[in-house]
C-alpha cells in the first residue's frame, strides 16, 4: 500500500517516480491512497499496475482520512509493505498505519525538494507536539530510499535506524533517441543567431528563476548580447512576481513565459534549446536536469540538495553561485562563447544519464529493497529453487563496495539476488569500524553483529578470522546457524606480509612460501594464533563455501571434515552484457583514445601484495621494450607494496614504460582491459580470480601462473597460457610472442568468452540458496 499526498493527473518528480516504478514491478500489487483535488476526478480507477484510491477532506485530514482508509483495504487485502512517498502527510498517515499494525513492514521514500526545515516551520507553534511524531516517520521506518545523498543524511539526521539507500529518479530517456544530441552535432546556434537558454520548474522561490532573470539582464545590459532569449516552462505561485521583474529590468521583450506544458511535451523544448539553467535555492535531486542532460543540453546549476550527486562542474555541467545573477551570467556567457566545452559537458552529461539514470535500472534497485523487507521468492528474474524459502541471511563481510574485490562484489550480489529467491538479506560491513584500533575493531563489530543477528536466521561470514571470528561468537550466543566462505588463507597472508618477511626498500624478491608449504611448519607465536582462530571457526562452522578445489584442498588440511565443504564456483556476469551493470559500447580504439595509450599496452591488476610478482614484471620491462620498444605496462591497484614498487620503477629508470594507476573504479578497470593487448597475472596465490574472468570477458589474452585455483579456469594453451610463477624468462618470452602476433590472441580470447558463460549468477545462487534451506 503506498500513500501519497498527490498523484497523476498531478504530475512532479514524485507522482512521474511512483509511475514508473510500479510500472515495470509486475509481480507486487500496488493500492495507492491519494487526495482528490477535483472533484471530476474518479475515486477509485486504476493506472498502470496501480489502483489509486482518492479521497476527500484537504490537505489538513489527509493523514487521518488516508489512515482509516488504509484500515479499510488492508482488511480484504492484507498489506505486506507500507509505503509512504515523503515525509509529508502521506509519512504521517503510514506513521499510523505502522503504528496500529507494528508487524507490516514500512519504507518511506525521501523525494522532498524544499528546504529540509520547511515541513517544521509549518507546523508553527504546534512544532513542540508534533516534532517528536514527525522524527517518528523516519525512525519507524524498516527501510528508507533517499533520491540523493543530500536526502540520505537528513534521514540519518533525523534518527533513522533503518538501512538508508540511495536510489536516484530516473530519465525516459528513449524519447530523446529519435534525434541526434547536441553532443553529437554542431549546436543550433549555427543555423541562428538566436541562442534560446530554458528553465523547467514550478515557479516558486526555491528555484532561483528571479536570479536567472536578474542574470538574463545584466548579458543584455552589461554584455550587451542581444542573441538570447529565455523560455520559462511551469507556472506556481511566483508567476506573477517574476513577471513583474521581468518587465522592470527591461527584459520582457527576451524572457518568454510559456506556462504549464505537459510533461510528454517537455522534451520538444529542451530539444530546441542551447543551454539549461536553474540556479536552485534548494533542491532534492534535480530531476529537471536530468531531462535536460538527456537531451543533450549542457547545464547551469547551483551546488545545493542533490543537484552534486549528477553535474561535476567543469565534467558534467557548471556550477552557479546561490543567489548571484552576475556569476550566473558570467557561466551562460562562457558556455554561449566557448562551443567546445558547451559540447563537452553537453556530451558527458548525456552518458551519465544514459548508464545511470535510466527508469529500468532504478525499477530494479527498487525492485531489491521491497524484496529485501519482504523475500517474495522469484520477484526477479531468476527462477527454480527459493518458492518455500522465508528465512534472513546476516552477510559479514569485511570489504564492501565501493571497495574493489571478490569478497566485495560477492557480498553486493548476495545482498542483491538472495531476495529474489526468497531470503532477506543484510550486510555488516567491516570497513565501518576499520578506523578504530586493532582488536578494539572487533569487539565493536562482534556487538554490531549481536544486534543485527537477531533478525537473522543465519549468520554468512566472508572470512575466518576479521569478521569470521567475532560473527562466529555472535551466532553461538544467539542460537544461529553460521556458515562461512573461505577464499584464502587469512594467516598465511599475513605472514607473507611481514616486515621480517620481506623488506620493502629491498630490490631482490623476497623468499616466497607457497601456500600448500605453510601448511605444513610452524610459524612465529602471531601466525600461529591466527592459524588457531581460522581453524576454530571453520571447525565450528554448520557449512563453509569455497570458490575452488584448489581451496577445498587447502581447508581439509585445517582438520575440517569433507561433508563440511562445500565448493560453489563464484557467480559472473560478463559486464559488457549485463542489464544494470556498467557496458563499454566504445570500441578498443575508442577507449585507447579516451585513456590516452598508445603502443603496446600490458595490463596487470590486482592487490599490491609481494606474492601478486608485480615486482617481476617490472624487473622484465627492460628486456621487453629491447623487443617491443612501445610496450608500457599498466599496474592497476592499491596495497601495502606500492611504495617498494615505486621504488624499482624509479631505480630502473622505468617511469616511461611502467604506470602504477592505483586503485580505480570497476568500469574504469574495465575499460583499461578492453582496450589492452595483454594481460599479465603474475601471482604467487590464487584462490578463485575476478580478475581473470574479467579480462576473459573484454576479450583480452591471458597469461597467468599454474597455481591456486587458476588450472580451474585457464586451460594452458586454449583459453590462456600457464606458467610458472617468478619464471622471469618464460614470463618475457610469452609476452613478447603474444604481443607480437595477432592470431593466437584471438584463438585464446575466442575460447575465454566460451568459458566465461559456465559462471552464471543462477548456478550460484541456486548451490547457495540450497545450502541455506538445510
Not at 550527486?309 to 557548471?318: N, Q
Not at 519482504?374 to 570489504?399: E, K, Q, W, Y
Not at 557467480?571 to 563499454?584: I, Q
Not at 617498494?644 to 586503485?663: G, P
Request: charged content about 25%; proline content about 4%; some cysteine.
Amino acid at each position: 500500500m503506498i500513500f501519497s499526498l498527490a498523484y497523476i493527473p498531478f504530475v512532479s518528480g514524485a507522482e512521474l517516480a511512483v509511475k514508473e516504478i510500479t510500472d515495470r514491478i509486475k509481480n507486487i500489487d500496488f493500492d495507492l491512497i491519494t487526495l482528490r483535488f477535483d472533484r471530476k476526478w474518479a475515486k477509485q480507477e486504476k493506472i498502470g499496475n496501480v489502483n489509486v484510491y482518492r479521497i476527500g477532506g484537504g490537505k489538513l485530514l489527509f493523514p487521518f482520512l488516508a489512515f482509516f482508509k488504509g484500515l479499510s483495504l488492508n482488511g480484504k487485502n492484507k498489506y505486506n509493505i507500507v509505503w509512504s512517498i515523503m515525509a509529508n502527510r502521506a509519512g504521517f498517515a503510514a506513521l499510523f498505519f505502522k503504528l496500529w499494525h507494528p508487524k507490516v513492514k514500512y519504507l518511506l521514500t525521501l523525494q522532498e525538494g524544499d528546504t529540509l526545515g520547511y515541513p517544521l516551520e509549518r507546523m508553527g507553534f504546534l512544532k513542540i507536539f508534533l516534532k517528536p511524531i514527525f522524527r517518528k516517520i523516519f525512525t519507524k521506518a524498516n527501510h528508507i530510499q533517499a533520491i540523493s545523498n543530500y536526502l540520505a543524511d537528513w534521514a540519518r539526521n533525523m534518527g533513522a535506524k533503518a538501512p538508508v539507500e540511495v536510489v536516484p529518479n530516473g530519465v525516459s530517456i528513449n524519447k530523446y533517441e529519435i534525434r541526434n544530441t547536441k553532443s553529437e552535432t554542431n549546436l543550433k546556434s549555427q543555423n541562428s543567431n538566436i541562442k534560446t537558454i530554458i528553465t523547467t520548474s514550478r515557479l516558486v522561490r526555491k528555484n532561483g528563476v528571479d536570479t536567472l532573470i536578474k542574470a538574463m539582464a545584466i548579458l543584455c545590459v552589461q554584455h550587451r548580447m542581444s542573441n538570447i532569449k529565455l523560455q520559462i516552462l511551469g507556472g506556481g505561485q511566483e508567476e506573477k512576481k517574476l513577471k513583474e521583474l521581468a518587465k522592470e529590468l527591461k527584459v520582457e521583450d527576451i524572457v518568454q513565459f510559456i506556462g504549464y506544458v505537459e510533461p510528454e511535451k517537455v522534451y520538444e523544448h529542451l530539444m530546441e534549446a542551447d543551454i539549461f539553467v536553474r540556479p536552485s535555492r534548494t533542491e532534492g535531486l534535480g530531476s529537471s536536469f536530468l531531462e535536460a542532460m538527456g537531451a543533450g543540453l549542457p547545464v547551469i546549476g547551483a551546488p545545493v540538495g542533490g543537484i552534486p550527486d549528477f553535474l561535476k562542474d567543469g565534467e558534467t555541467g557548471l556550477f552557479c553561485k546561490v543567489d548571484d545573477p552576475k556569476d550566473l551570467a558570467e557561466k551562460i556567457k562562457k558556455l554561449m562563447t566557448d562551443e567546445k566545452l558547451a559540447k563537452k559537458l553537453a556530451g558527458n552529461g548525456r552518458r551519465l544519464v544514459l548508464e545511470k539514470y535510466n527508469w529500468d535500472n532504478v525499477a530494479k534497485q527498487m525492485k531489491n529493497i521491497l524484496s529485501h523487507i519482504i523475500p517474495i521468492a522469484n520477484l526477479g528474474d531468476s527462477s527454480g529453487v527459493g518458492v518455500d524459502v522465508n528465512m534472513r541471511v546476516l552477510i559479514c563481510t569485511g570489504i564492501y563496495p565501493p571497495d574493489g574485490g571478490g569478497p566485495a562484489t560477492y557480498s553486493k550480489l548476495l545482498f542483491d539476488e538472495l531476495p529474489k529467491w526468497g531470503a532477506g538479506s543484510d550486510v555488516l560491513n567491516f570497513g565501518k569500524v576499520r578506523h578504530l584500533p586493532k582488536i578494539i575493531r572487533h569487539i565493536v563489530y562482534f556487538f554490531k553483529a549481536l544486534k543485527m543477528g537477531k533478525r537473522a536466521d543465519i549468520i554468512f561470514a566472508q572470512d575466518p578470522v576479521s569478521v569470521g571470528f567475532p560473527a562466529m561468537l555472535a551466532a553461538k550466543i544467539l542460537g544461529k546457524k553460521f556458515i562461512l566462505k573461505v577464499v584464502g588463507d587469512y594467516a598465511w597472508e599475513q605472514f607473507q606480509q611481514k616486515s621480517e618477511i620481506r623488506n620493502p626498500k629491498s630490490e631482490t624478491n623476497p623468499k616466497f612460501k607457497t601456500l600448500e608449504k605453510f601448511q605444513t611448519e610452524k610459524f612465529d607465536i602471531k601466525t600461529e594464533l591466527r592459524r588457531k582462530i581460522q581453524k576454530y571457526v571453520a571447525k565450528n562452522a554448520y557449512k563453509i563455501i569455497v570458490p575452488s578445489n584448489y581451496l577445498k584442498n587447502i581447508v581439509l588440511k585445517w582438520g575440517v571434515g569433507e561433508d563440511k565443504i562445500k565448493v560453489i564456483y563464484n557467480a559472473f556476469e560478463a559486464p559488457a552484457l549485463s542489464a544494470g551493470r556498467p557496458v563499454l559500447k566504445e570500441t578498443k580504439e575508442e577507449l585507447r583514445k579516451k585513456l590516452n595509450l598508445s603502443g603496446t599496452v600490458l595490463i596487470s591488476a590486482g592487490r599490491l601484495v609481494p606474492w601478486k610478482g608485480f615486482g617481476t614484471l617490472i624487473e622484465i620491462m627492460l628486456d621487453i621494450i629491447k623487443e617491443i620498444p612501445d610496450a608500457r605496462l599498466y599496474i592497476i591497484g592499491s596495497g601495502p607494496e606500492r611504495e617498494a614498487l615505486e621504488l624499482k620503477v624509479k631505480s630502473l629508470k622505468l617511469q616511461d614504460n611502467v604506470i602504477l594507476t592505483n586503485q580505480l573504479g570497476h568500469k574504469d578497470t574495465l575499460e583499461y582491459l578492453k582496450a589492452g593487448d595483454v594481460f599479465v597475472l603474475n601471482t604467487g596465490y590464487e584462490g578463485f580470480s575476478h580478475f581473470l574472468l574479467e579480462a576473459m570477458a573484454m576479450e583480452i589474452p591471458i597469461i597467468t601462473t599454474n597455481v591456486g585455483g587458476n588450472p580451474e579456469l585457464i586451460e594452458n594453451g586454449k583459453n590462456g597460457i600457464l606458467l610458472e610463477y617468478n619464471n622471469k624468462e618464460e614470463l618475457k618470452k610469452r609476452i613478447i610472442e603474444l604481443a607480437k602476433n595477432e592470431t593466437p590472441k584471438k584463438e585464446l580470447t575466442e575460447k575465454a568468452k566460451q568459458k566465461v558463460a559456465e559462471f552464471g549468477v543462477g548456478k550460484m545462487l541456486e548451490e547457495t540458496v540450497k545450502i541455506l534451506k538445510q
